[in-house]
């Protein structure tokens, strides 16, 4: 409940939300490799007392979220944190889902379903989803409309994602990531551009570390992060943040592909 985290030192509450607590009903996380999902919930129950002192108990409620709140529907529950047409996800850490690709939505709802891909916040969630639910979810995102891009100032890290984005590094092996990420391409590879840097950072690393290499793409992907170096990484994130390939390319830019 509020206040609970300041009785805790942030070790005790990480060990805690891990492990679960026994005879009280309270289960282990249920992403055995999702310490990153850990540490964030570590950080909000810290966060907890102050946001109770001072939060407005009117700004407490659940917002309305355009699908019937009074009887929360899968879509609602996907808004909840996703973002609907009107709001953005929560947080840079979850991504956008409307305009994505219906394939890979489908397929990575599947995946949280059967235990195939690691979340101890989405397995829950995705585990009461039926195959109807789950295209149901993946058809209304797919066919809304995407976000505005992002507009943050270019620089010479935004330049270098580019780069590696539309023409990968031959000499480390590397594609260009929109040779699978792009509108065109196969269905089941999500799209890039709409992403936030921070999301698609942490899915790298996710990556590199062997966590999503449990299934077919996870594995392809896997390959590909772990030839990345983080400076990479934080490149192609630089170059998501300022809107992608739907951001105005610069002249200079323009002049290099000519």
């Known amino acids: 409940g509020g206040g609970g985290g300041s009785r805790w030192e942030t070790r005790e509450l990480f060990w805690i939300v891990r492990h679960g607590l026994k005879f009280t009903g309270m289960p282990a996380w249920t ?6 999902e850990v540490w964030a919930v570590v950080a909000y129950l810290q966060r907890m007392p102050h946001d109770d002192d001072t939060v407005p108990a009117r700004e407490k ?26 709001r953005r996800p929560v947080h840079a850490s979850v991504p956008v889902l409307h305009g994505q690709k219906e394939g890979y939505l489908a397929r990575a709802l599947s995946e949280y379903h059967d235990g195939r891909r690691q979340s101890g916040i989405m397995e829950p969630l995705a585990a009461v989803l039926s195959a109807e639910d789950i295209g149901r979810i993946a058809r209304h995102f797919a066919e809304a409309g995407r976000p505005a891009a992002a507009a943050t100032t270019a620089d010479e890290r935004v330049a270098r994602g580019r780069r590696i984005f539309r023409e990968g590094v031959p000499r480390q092996e590397l594609p260009a990531c ?4 792009a509108p065109e391409t196969s269905g089941q590879f999500p799209l890039l551009d709409g992403l936030s840097g921070h999301y698609v950072e942490a899915q790298l690393g996710l990556f590199r570390s062997g966590v999503r290499s449990g299934t077919t793409h996870g594995r392809i992907m896997s390959v590909i992060a772990e030839r990345l170096s983080p400076e990479q990484i934080a490149d192609i994130a630089a170059f998501l943040d300022s809107g992608g390939e739907r951001a105005p390319v610069p002249a200079e830019a323009r002049r290099e592909g000519e």
């Open 178 to 181: 929109r040779a699978c990420h």
């Open 61 to 86: 409620r659940t917002p309305a979220l355009g699908f019937g709140i009074d009887e929360p529907s899968p879509l609602a529950r996907c808004a909840a944190c996703h973002g609907d047409g009107r």
């Open 31 to 36: 992403g055995r490799d999702r310490d990153d």
